[in-house]
């Protein structure tokens, strides 16, 4: 065999090996999964088929109902708010402010910390004996309360203001690149125009960003419908099941309940969902290219 031939063969040589792995553990374990969302499993994996069985028990449990509410309430929040306040935080900084080299690494800091830390970190805020409340009220403050963490109603807001705070700066650096990559000669434009800055950005500049919004859009989706690691370290899914997402939903049936067949159902159904939102992306993203 020529020398040309192993140069071009050696690469797929060297990746084979984690290729096979990520085949195996990443996608063979996928379809085991759907697999197990067919049969009657319980506290182990059973071969028993009961074809759309778990899927109907599933969307009957009170239980995932409210995991569903619950999504639906986090992630609308997490995503509008992120989307909203890091835009907001990039055109701040898009005005060539002084010091925002010390600035953009404190807003993206956050991201660098695991969901673990940062709902660990917003517990201890949180709580009324030793956080935020307990402060005010060493102040002077003896009528402040603030007690959404032991709130059934208001609870799933402090997952939120955990999760916009640990995310939005990753959004905000998503906006600026954005931002900077505009070119300048189209605002000056605008501006000999007589556009005011409200104008130039309600009709230009954010129109051009779309393609940025719905980068972070896909990104925040699959990060809410994923989230668990954040709602254990911060609520554990309480009081009560006020803070329940289906990520945790999955674990609790799977591990707790011994139900594998419906934890399997519920992972398969929240793959399914971030698959709705990640497939028509990848699409559109791959035709744009291709035309470009």
Not at 281 to 288: A, D, F, I, N, P
């Amino acid at each position: 065999m020529s020398q040309k031939w192993w140069q071009q063969q050696l690469p797929k040589l060297v990746l084979s090996p984690s290729f096979a792995l990520v085949l195996f553990f990443v996608y063979g374990f996928i379809l085991y999964t759907g697999y197990l969302s067919f049969t009657d499993s319980r506290m182990f994996p059973s071969n028993e088929l009961v074809g759309f069985a778990n899927y109907e028990k599933l969307f009957a449990l009170r239980h995932w109902k409210i995991a569903i509410t619950n999504l639906g309430i986090f992630g609308g929040l997490y995503i509008g708010i992120c989307l909203v306040l890091g835009l907001m935080l990039a055109i701040f900084l898009d005005q060539k402010i002084r010091g925002e080299g010390v600035l953009r690494p404190i807003y993206l800091y956050p991201m660098a910390l695991s969901f673990i830390v940062t709902g660990t970190a917003w517990k201890w805020f949180l709580d009324p004996g030793i956080g935020v409340e307990q402060i005010v009220q060493s102040w002077g403050y003896t009528d402040f309360e603030f007690r959404w963490i032991k709130d059934r109603t208001m609870a799933i807001y402090c997952i939120v203001i955990a999760g916009v705070w640990q995310t939005s700066g990753f959004v905000m650096a998503m906006f600026l690149a954005g931002l900077r990559g505009i070119d300048g000669e189209i605002m000056k434009a605008a501006r000999v125009d007589g556009a005011s800055s409200v104008q130039l950005y309600r009709r230009i500049i954010i129109p051009m960003l779309r393609p940025i919004f719905l980068s972070a859009f896909v990104v925040l989706a699959h990060m809410a419908i994923k989230s668990y690691d954040l709602v254990i370290a911060l609520t554990n899914g309480g009081p009560g099941r006020a803070t329940e997402l289906p990520a945790t939903f999955m674990y609790s049936y799977t591990f707790t309940r011994n139900q594998m067949g419906v934890g399997a159902t519920s992972a398969m159904v929240m793959l399914m969902t971030i698959a709705a939102i990640i497939v028509p992306y990848l699409y559109s993203e791959l035709k744009g290219s291709k035309k470009s």
